[in-house]
């Protein structure tokens, strides 16, 4: 029986949805305690901080570019429009939404600590209007420049991507693969030239526009792609604290080779098990992305597991390393599943009325 290569991409794609936003959860934790680490633990954070929790947001941005040029190889005003609405319900309603309950949130954890604060006080505190697109009033594009919500500065530099897939067709009508390999190199020779989320979503793109199947270009030589996927995290960790210039250029294959990775271990679990993956924990991804950070993560699960695990030793630091995000993420899905039931209308404006199997629209 020949291989359906569309149905294990959509399927591929749906998979790699919850471990994505797992290793999101796993990013952010690092962050918080790798200044304080040593030993074993600094190791530890090292490996999934700057190497295998890196691959979550270049894959997102890898499949967003990919899911929005089907339909559009033949470059189409109508689709182009329907697209660019489909994105107001599934990314701007949610961006807003998320970050104005993140202002709600943050306002009532602080009065209910003790501390009496206005609403329209906390409002400014918190940076005013600019909780909506950079809290730190520089310029709105990349992580460094977050909205009130953190994770979500993610969603609004898609937006801003999403807005130049004209002028990204026609790059890619114009100069085919060489374009895209002179946007690589760019990134890597000028730091700060070109934003990553903006490699890769091109990347994405010219996949799709140039009419290959993610999985039937990349599965049949799965086994280089593994290989070089470890030697890289390798020199990612090992070249982190020695040269920037050279950690600069082998984080960047690492996950390029990553991404290609990540679909074809997908496949791999799905061949084995085609029940894969489950509907809820595919459609919790952006739930998980969005919510984790605003109080989940610092305010709450990491007091409880620090009051569980003893954090002073090397095998507490390390299982706490674990336990935090594994307990957020509980946390997440305990959230998702009563808000489908309590409130299935807020719950869909909140995640874009996202829809499993994977939505080309």
Known sequence: MPTDWTKLQSQAIDMLRFPMAVAVVMLHYSVLVIDGAHGMLREVCICFQEGICRLAVPCFYFISGYLFFHGLRRWSWDVWKRKLHSRVRTLLVPYFLWNLLAFFAYWAWINLSGTRV???????NLGGIRIFYNRLGSLPLGPQAPPLDDPL?????????VLATPAIYLFLKWTKGFGVLGICVLFLVIPGSIPEGFVFFVLGAFLQYSEKNIIASFYPTR?????MTILLLIGTCLLHDVSDYWYRFIKFFFILNGVITSFCLAVTLLRRNPELPHPFLARSSFFIFAIHNVLILKQIATPIVYTIIPVDTPVGSIAAYFLVPAFVVGICLGLLFLMEHLLPRTTS???GNRKIKSSYA
């Open 118 to 124: 206005g609403i329209f006080e906390e409002f400014q």
């Open 153 to 161: 500065w993610f969603i609004r530099d898609l937006m801003y991507f």
């Open 223 to 227: 086994s280089w792609f593994y290989c």
């Open 349 to 351: 404006l909140l995640t």
